[in-house]
């Protein structure tokens, strides 16, 4: 006993001069001498983050949730609306996968706001999501409509346009109905393919559909198609215009849009029958430029494929090509072709070419979703509990569309949600009671204090407008 005691007494000697000597290197440095003790229960990784609360709180996504979905589950501290509102939340804040959220449990302040002693580990977002059966997805599309229901509360009613794109999900594992189809970014890799339905003008995600990496645009499309229109509130929304892209192009497609009387434009294919018919039948001075420097031109022509019962009405728009991929300019005149089919009689081939040109933004959308919202992230290996997960992905993305443009506003609108977490939702902040009003400190010089207090006085603006009898 006398020798350990000597021993480790030695050792404490050893280190106490070893520490005494790197306090002087660090002095003689001049690095920083300071100790790190996590013990402070009122510091917070979001200080906006109680605020997206009260706003999930005020638009009554869990109450949306409750109405119309029912997963059967046995009994939990974490019901599947808890689950889900805590997933949208880790998605406005910037979590791009479930482990992501063991961050969260640290967050003494968020934990308190959300009103749960322990916040839930990632096997129990994984059990949510794996309870999801065939018609608890069929529930969320309504979920979705109750999200766009607040939308139409606050918007006028009007025109919109549905705008139609797939996305490929590559896939990194041998999840669930996976499969080898066309992937331009990974070949030969298993995918997902999921189909997207926007409503414009304001960039609203109203459908999402999940299939195997091995179908196609026109895979099951009628069938989606079908569930996006009766999806919107055609008691505020009329439905003006369906666009496509060449993916979607069928006669059975245009037949089922033109009987629901609507305007459509869609990116026909070019097969060589069509090229042909366009290269020996539209003679040049038909094709009339758009633009003074003549470098965009097209002209309209009625066409009917082989296998059709009538023919349509086409645009082909061509676009002149300077050089090649080299930058060498080519000795004759080279264009790109692009042929839209379309039923707007009443348009000119430049008025149909802008107008599905506006198309474009749903690229954008699909941007967002995937870089801002993480909805290419495969949480599961299970089909039904990834489809769930890319819907809580459209929740998100969906509400934060509403939060910009109706409770920030301003140029806040036309930001996207990354810069938005960038600058108001990922600061970290501490709160603190002073004679009985609380206050979160943020850091000296914060540009947007004011932007951060702006939010109450709006979240109330924004309940008034979704109750009839406000508080």
Not at 50 to 77: A, C, H, W
């Amino acid at each position: 006993m006398k020798i350990a005691r000597q021993v480790r007494r030695k050792q404490e000697r050893k280190k106490k001069k070893e520490q005494k000597k790197l306090k002087k290197l660090i002095k003689k440095l001049g690095l920083s001498d300071f100790k790190y003790v996590a013990d402070d229960k009122n510091m917070t990784f979001s200080a906006s983050m109680p605020q997206m609360v009260d706003f999930l709180r005020i638009i009554g996504f869990e109450d949306i949730f409750n109405r119309y979905v029912t997963i059967n589950k046995r009994k939990s501290p974490y019901s599947s609306s808890k689950i889900g509102n805590l997933l949208i939340l880790h998605n406005i804040l910037g979590v791009e996968r479930i482990e992501g959220s063991r961050k969260l449990m640290q967050d003494t302040i968020l934990k308190g706001k959300l009103d749960i002693e322990q916040y839930p580990d990632p096997e129990t977002f994984r059990d949510g999501l794996g309870r999801y059966r065939g018609e608890n997805i069929d529930e969320l599309l309504w979920v979705n409509r109750g999200i766009l229901e607040k939308l139409c509360t606050l918007t006028d009613p009007g025109y919109i346009d549905l705008h139609f794109d797939s996305k490929v999900i590559t896939v990194y594992g041998n999840q669930e109905g996976a499969e080898v189809g066309y992937n331009p970014w990974k070949p030969g890799r298993k995918s997902y393919h999921l189909k997207v339905c926007v409503i414009e003008p304001f960039g609203f995600v109203l459908a999402i559909e999940l299939q195997p990496g091995s179908c196609v645009g026109s895979t099951g499309f009628m069938g989606f198609y079908k569930k996006c229109v009766e999806a919107v509130l055609q008691s505020h929304f009329v439905i003006r215009t369906v666009q496509l892209d060449r993916g979607f192009f069928s006669q059975e497609t245009i037949e089922s849009i033109e009987g629901d009387y609507l305007f459509f434009e869609i990116v026909a294919k070019q097969y060589s029958s069509i090229k042909n018919w366009i290269s020996e039948y539209i003679a040049e001075e038909e094709f009339e430029p758009f633009y003074m420097d003549d470098t965009v031109s097209g002209t309209s022509f009625l066409y009917r494929f082989k296998d059709w019962d009538k023919p349509q009405e086409f645009i082909v728009v061509r676009k002149l090509i300077r050089h090649d991929k080299k930058g060498q300019l080519f000795l004759f005149p080279k264009y790109r072709l692009q042929v839209i089919c379309h039923n707007q009689m009443d348009m000119d081939p430049k008025e149909v070419w802008k107008d599905y040109n506006k198309r474009a933004r749903i690229e954008l959308n699909i941007r967002d979703l995937n870089y801002d919202h993480y909805i290419t992230n495969v949480p599961t290996g299970r089909f039904l509990g990834n489809l769930a997960y890319f819907w809580f992905c459209v929740f998100s993305y969906n509400l934060i569309l509403i939060f910009k443009n109706f409770v920030l506003g301003g140029d806040w609108s036309q930001c996207r949600t990354s810069t938005i977490r960038k600058k108001l939702l990922n600061i970290p902040g501490r709160l603190v009671n002073r004679s009985g009003n609380f206050c979160m400190r943020l850091m000296h010089g914060f540009p947007y204090t004011e932007v951060l207090q702006r939010i109450g006085e709006r979240l109330c603006w924004l309940y008034g407008k979704l109750n009839s009898i406000p508080i």
